[in-house]
């Protein structure tokens, strides 16, 4: 029996609720601030709700799916597709937010958070078979450092949910 064809993270949904229920409560408790204070006007809140909104996009999570040859990323206002069939390059920028940075031989780039990947097994590994696919063809040129890089820490982090399941650690 032949698995799933879209692979999407399972983290996404809660972290979702998580953007939302944070902008919601922000603004609620700043509106009650408010109204408790006695400035209630409608600016007033329309700025609270305002400032609540930012928060929302800023928060919101970028929502990652895998199908065979695809990978995909959608956030609130665009979505990318990498051929991850066709990778022409892999680059880990290092930072405050690490991501990992595919191009393919079309020119499209997608950005993706190595500890989705890696708190994905099934994601990881429909993008890792077309990854090989790549490498075998030749058209990855540069990048298997970083792709090793992220076996490693995808590796460490499933041993780890090993030793946890069985009480080992």
């Not at 009650?32 to 600016?43: C, E, K, N, P, T």
């Not at 405050?96 to 097994?121: H, I």
Request: hydrophobic share 45%.
């Amino acid at each position: 029996m032949a698995g799933p064809k879209v692979v999407e993270d399972r983290g996404w949904a809660p972290d979702a609720r998580a953007s939302a229920g944070t902008a919601v409560v922000l603004t609620a408790l700043l509106l009650g601030v408010d109204a408790a204070a006695g400035f209630g006007d409608w600016q007033r809140a329309a700025v609270w709700t305002g400032l609540g909104a930012v928060l929302f996009a800023v928060l919101w999570p970028t929502r990652v799916s895998a199908a065979p040859g695809l990978l995909t990323t959608r956030g609130l206002l665009r979505r990318r597709r990498v051929r991850t069939d066709r990778l022409a390059a892999v680059v880990w920028h290092e930072g405050l937010s690490q991501r990992l940075v595919l191009t393919d031989t079309l020119g499209n780039r997608v950005e993706v958070d190595p500890r989705v990947l890696a708190a994905n097994p099934p994601l990881w590994y429909r993008v890792g078979q077309d990854i090989d696919t790549s490498v075998s063809s030749g058209t990855l040129a540069e990048g298997l450092d970083p792709l090793q890089r992220l076996s490693r820490l995808i590796d460490c982090e499933t041993a780890q949910a090993v030793f946890r399941a069985s009480a080992l650690s």
